[in-house]
């Protein structure tokens, strides 16, 4: 993977973020209706697919040329997950009893669910949240509900590729139990991912005309934009809502954040299209490495995991705190989010690589397990 396409997906990512983050911006409580047409087009929802096509690349990408032993996998994976997740646990349960105890009504509504610190940390941390039917709303937290798909794909993907023979069967086979249907929906769309390292790995030293690869680059977001224009995300909806013979209402409960599937699948193959012309654009592309424009991004794109996990119930107690006669309210609220997720990314996310030295100098490298469940050098299949 050559940098500058590494750049690129850096990019997509803190736009991806920051979508999600607009997303819950233009609530009405938040901004008085201003933005409601972000809501109207559910962009936020659409933005957290593109995490789990970008998900499935980094991870079958980091598990063939990096991480290439249970062992190494499962100590990258955890530490790059506990390393936010946990003190964005903590951090969500003081800001919503705090916000709740000042602003009482400004936490009376579907976005808040208490839970106590136990259950925050049980169902948080052992990612299991969405696992259930139906779902835990963790406090205001609700953009951890990816969470629980991710590791549900992460634990899939690694029995898929580390074990071999019965074992692997078994172990995918209890998994999936445990996972349940509702998550497994969408494991499609986070294996297009893995689709498009698989095709850079076998097709790298294929050759298309340019004006090929300009249209797949191009017309992927053409098409997604004309989808929105004519309805499509309904449109897959009211089929679904059909085959399925069940009230809307019961549906959506019993899908979760799974009901628009087909739609999101729909997404992850365009996305997909268009990352497989970017990667065969960007190899032409001239070394960028040391320009402040892709300093810039890689420095955005350290704090996506932080922005994406933490900015809505920061969001929601600035909401409480903020006196609705401050000048530029919205402008001013969206400022305070952004502002508090880098903060935490600094003390949080950008310290990985400090954590995981300490961690290994503690004892010997989980990677050890590994050699007894698979040959180092066995490529994806």
């Not at 039917?133 to 899939?156: D, K, Q």
Request: proline share 6%; with cysteine.
């Amino acid at each position: 993977m050559n940098r500058a396409f590494s750049t690129y997906l850096d990019a997509l990512r803190f736009l991806a973020a920051l979508t999600v983050v607009l997303s819950h911006w233009a609530y009405e409580r938040f901004t008085g209706g201003a933005f409601v047409g972000i809501r109207d087009y559910n962009l936020g929802s659409d933005a957290v697919v593109v995490f789990f096509v970008l998900s499935g690349l980094v991870i079958a990408y980091t598990a063939e040329t990096k991480d290439r032993t249970l062992g190494a996998f499962g100590f990258c994976r955890a530490t790059r997950l506990l390393s936010v997740a946990l003190p964005a646990l903590a951090l969500t349960f003081v800001l919503d009893r705090l916000g709740a105890h000042l602003d009482p009504p400004a936490y009376e509504g579907w976005w808040y669910v208490p839970r106590s610190l136990p259950e925050m940390l049980w169902n948080g941390l052992t990612f299991s949240s969405e696992w259930h039917m139906p779902g835990v709303r963790l406090g205001t937290n609700g953009p951890y509900w990816s969470l629980s798909y991710e590791v549900a794909y992460y634990l899939l993907f690694a029995a898929a590729f580390f074990l071999a023979g019965p074992l692997r069967i078994l172990t995918l086979a209890v998994l999936a139990l445990l996972i349940g249907v509702k998550v497994l929906l969408l494991l499609p769309v986070w294996l297009t991912g893995v689709s498009i390292w698989l095709r850079m790995r076998s097709a790298a030293s294929a050759k298309e005309p340019r004006r090929l690869l300009w249209a797949m680059a191009v017309l992927p977001i053409l098409v997604y934009l004309a989808c929105l224009a004519a309805g499509v995300p309904g449109l897959l909806w009211r089929a679904t809502v059909s085959a399925a013979g069940m009230e809307p209402d019961i549906l959506r409960a019993v899908l979760g954040f799974s009901d628009e599937f087909l739609w999101n699948l729909l997404i992850g193959a365009l996305v997909s299209i268009h990352l497989r012309a970017m990667w065969r654009l960007s190899r032409t592309w001239p070394a960028t490495e040391q320009s402040w424009p892709a300093n810039a991004i890689r420095w955005l794109a350290g704090a996506s995991f932080s922005i994406y996990l933490v900015h809505y119930p920061v969001m929601q107690f600035a909401d409480a705190v903020l006196p609705d006669t401050v000048p530029l309210r919205p402008w001013l609220l969206l400022g305070a989010t952004l502002g508090a997720c880098f903060f935490f990314a600094e003390a949080f996310e950008r310290s990985l690589p400090e954590l995981r030295s300490s961690l290994t100098r503690w004892g010997p490298p989980l990677a050890s397990l590994a050699t007894i469940l698979r040959p180092a050098d066995r490529p994806l299949d």
